[in-house]
């Protein structure tokens, strides 16, 4: 006879069945989540510019040249761009454009940039436009872009004090970082820059993707293992002790809703005696400061730069 004891079954919760359902779930989450993570990383960091053909000055009254130049970094990319030479001027600025953008980006403003006589050097950054790289930064690496851009400008001749840079969105922080790179950038114009990029980031995440918060901190790992990109120390705000004297001029527009207002405020703050000067834009949004007063715009940061480049 059985007795009661010996055909008692085991509650579900103890089998090994169960601890094997618990095991590929556990698994199965791990890969979703690694999955998302690597997915986020790529779209987070890949220009929809990327490849841009065809691209025209369409400015009849500048002469151009095509040219080319290598980056600062061991990965020599090739960066290709329009240098705009101003006769009998001998200070050059450096034209620094947004993510998903080109070097067109910045042309209305480098006209009259020119037309105030400064020689302008446009180009694509890296992983945009027609410039080699498949991936952007949000400037950890395309400050390597821009010191090539020295590099070049250089070549031609010009002296570290007739060079300026003027950087819009990731080309404002992007500015910033090759401004503490290169003692070579006499002063830099930097409209709409963050000054942390994690703390950007993460005060966006869920509105910019629609994904929980929790995905970012995976998002962030993943952009670093697959192309070294540091997202924690992409921080322009630390740059200035690396300034010396040199200056920068800081632009926001006040309705700015993809960098917040309050990362013009804490620029402003790191930034100390290196701020010669900032302005708050009234009723403007992100990086459309020239768009709504292109001549107060000018004429600012025509001051700027004749003030500090010899």
Partial sequence: MVSEKSVRTKPFYKTILFRWLIGGLGVLLVLVYVSVSVYGAITLTTSTTHN??????????????????????????TMRGWWIPRENSRRVLIMVHAKDGTRTFLLPVSQRLWQEGFNILLYDTRGQGQSEGDHYSFGWYE???????????????????SIGAVGWSMGAATTLLAMAETPDIKAGLAESSFGNLDRVFQGQFSSNTGLPDFFYPGIRAAAGLLFGFEVLQTNPEKVFPKLGDRKVFLIHGEKDQVVPVSEFYRLIEAGGANVAENWLVPSTEHV??????????????????????S
Avoid: C, W
């Fill in 143 to 161: 400050k390597y872009d821009v010191v090539g851009a020295v590099n070049f400008v250089k070549s031609k001749g010009f002296q570290p004090s």
């Fill in 52 to 77: 841009a053909q065809d691209l025209e000055p369409n400015t009849p009254t500048m002469p151009y040249e095509n040219v080319t130049f290598k980056t600062s970094d061991k990965a020599q990319l």
């Fill in 288 to 309: 459309r400061s020239f768009q709504n007063y292109p001549d107060e715009y000018i004429k600012r940061a025509v001051a700027f730069f004749n003030r500090e480049l």
